[in-house]
């Protein structure tokens, strides 16, 4: 669906986009912080991710804005670089290159993600930020928002975060906590199917406006509870038009002779890519109408927005699971959703910054503690268990590497164990033995029918058939169905014609081309 059909939707993706919104301020903040980045960066990247990419992407239901993925990158590339600005010419530069990859169609490398790695990086994810947001739920916030990593820049682990939290519990944040996650439960079980209102009116809405009146109630005194500063939202406060635009930083052209700044350019665009199409996978599968993203198109967008958050300040750019999965998961049907939250972004930045300082951190916690459950789901878990080793292996080597070292390292992960699997199963296709007919005389005739591709990892199956195949008899290799047949397999059948003569075995080719791979 295009821009000028998203309205017709509005209804769904005002609500979502609203939520969106929530969950992505204090990601937005979080994923500056961890990279080293002014704070104001990150919002920057919201707002461009929102607007820019949301109105150039083809994705109905992605959101775009900073990635946590990058923030070991960008933090590691600002000291190399030694300047924010020289930083920022460098994220310019991956925008072009990124724009340069959508034109020569790189966008296919998005099909040689198996479904089971995708579905294990969700479920993965889910999980993810469960874990990740208990601490936050408990009122425990050393570790910024939007760190998916198992190593935390804290020094603490995902696990270790979780185990201190409990010894440092803050009563507020909990009731806001518990409180926030009763009324989104009830609000998605019950209250949602009795009536309308409840369907236009998103439970995370309300959560978010009774966290910021408790959190005023805790400030006056008219609750025996407290929360500090480092647990409730942080957003820069510009007190005038001009305090705003002094937030923004422009990139230094000066470093363009710098070899470094290409590197890091080259790398963030590869990496960037890399996080979009993964979660370009993942937002169809999860679309309930099933629409197909145009990667090259999203390769575009990406490049784009890039483009524009170098030039003015802000940090890189990629679409982001979690930002696209709350949006699906409270309603979100087309662009306009994305589109939306970011235009909230910028008008919140300029106008309601103080406000939005209000909201406390355990309420987005449980929130996204929803979104997870969401994603990971025990059923799914049956559901791919049911389908077989083949399926359940890289989907469960997925969610574990996933959840013990980072997003990109647990994909490759699943990515070689799926990998594993095609080969086994391309090894174990490569032929059948279509009949063994006994003729009058006794001699046995085999019919050994290759498969269309034959690759040089079915050369020992090819082997080994043959070999079986006893002496004074006779064999039909048959290529009729096969399109490509590696010069290895070609090269041992050639051999095999020669050594069958000493078994006195007859070797007979149906449609044989030389027709190596």
Not at 342 to 358: E, H, K, P, Q, R
Request: one cysteine or more; proline letters at 3%.
């Amino acid at each position: 669906m295009e821009l000028k059909d998203a309205f017709k939707e509005l209804k769904n993706d005002l609500p979502a986009s609203i939520v969106v919104f929530f969950v992505a301020v204090p990601l937005c903040l979080g994923i500056a912080l961890a990279s080293g980045a002014p704070l104001f960066a990150g919002i920057i990247a919201g707002i461009v991710g929102g607007i820019i990419v949301g109105i150039a992407s083809g994705s109905p239901l992605g959101v775009s804005g900073p990635a946590a993925g990058l923030a070991v990158i960008v933090l590691t590339s600002i000291a190399a670089l030694g300047s924010w600005p020289a930083f920022l010419l460098a994220v310019v530069l991956a925008g072009v290159f990124q724009v340069i990859m959508g034109y020569a169609k790189a966008g296919f490398i998005a099909y040689f993600f198996p479904s089971s790695v995708v579905k294990g990086m969700l479920t993965g994810i889910g999980l993810l930020i469960i874990l990740k947001q208990i601490p936050h739920a408990l009122g425990y916030d050393n570790d910024a928002e939007g760190d998916l990593s198992f190593l935390q820049a804290d020094g603490e682990t995902t696990l270790s975060s979780i185990y201190k939290a409990f010894d440092v519990i803050t009563p507020g944040a909990l009731l806001i906590a518990g409180l926030s996650i009763a009324i989104l439960i009830l609000w998605d079980q019950v209250l949602i199917k009795k009536h309308k209102f409840f369907q236009l009116v998103q439970g995370p809405i309300v959560v978010v406006i009774l966290s910021i009146v408790m959190n005023y109630l805790f400030q006056t005194g008219a609750m025996n509870y407290s929360l500090s500063a480092d647990q409730v939202v942080r957003l820069p406060v510009a007190n005038t038009l001009t305090d705003f635009f002094s937030f923004f930083t422009f990139p230094d052209f000066s470093a363009i002779t710098n070899l470094k700044v290409w590197e890091v350019a080259a790398v963030l665009a590869i990496v960037a890519s890399l996080e979009t199409l993964l979660c370009v996978e993942a937002t169809d599968k999860m679309d309930a109408e099933k629409r197909v993203t145009p990667t090259n198109r999203e390769l575009k967008a990406q490049g784009l927005g890039n483009i524009v958050s170098g030039l003015i300040g802000g940090l890189p750019i990629t679409q982001v699971i979690v930002r696209s999965s709350a949006n699906i998961s409270f309603g979100g049907k087309t662009k306009m959703s994305a589109i939306l939250h970011g235009v909230f972004l910028l008008i919140s930045a300029i106008t309601i910054a103080g406000l939005l300082n209000m909201i406390p951190l355990s309420s987005l916690a449980a929130i996204l503690i929803m979104v997870g459950y969401k994603l990971a789901k025990p059923a799914l878990f049956k559901q791919m268990y049911k389908l077989g080793w083949e399926q359940f292996v890289p989907f469960m080597v997925t969610i574990v590497a996933i959840l013990l070292t980072d997003l990109l390292k647990g994909i490759t992960a699943g990515l070689m164990v799926g990998g594993f699997y095609a080969l086994l199963h391309s090894y174990r296709n490569s032929h059948y033995m279509k009949e063994i007919i006994t003729t009058e005389d006794g001699i046995q005739t085999y019919h050994l029918v290759l498969a269309e591709e034959v690759s040089f990892f079915n050369k020992a199956n090819v082997v080994k058939e043959l070999d079986q195949i006893p002496a004074n008899s006779k064999v039909i290799i048959d290529f009729s169905n096969s399109k490509s047949v590696a010069y290895d397999v070609l090269e041992l059948i050639k051999d095999y014609e020669v050594n069958a003569k000493t078994k006195n075995i007859t070797v007979e080719k149906i449609n044989f081309i030389e027709r190596a791979a």
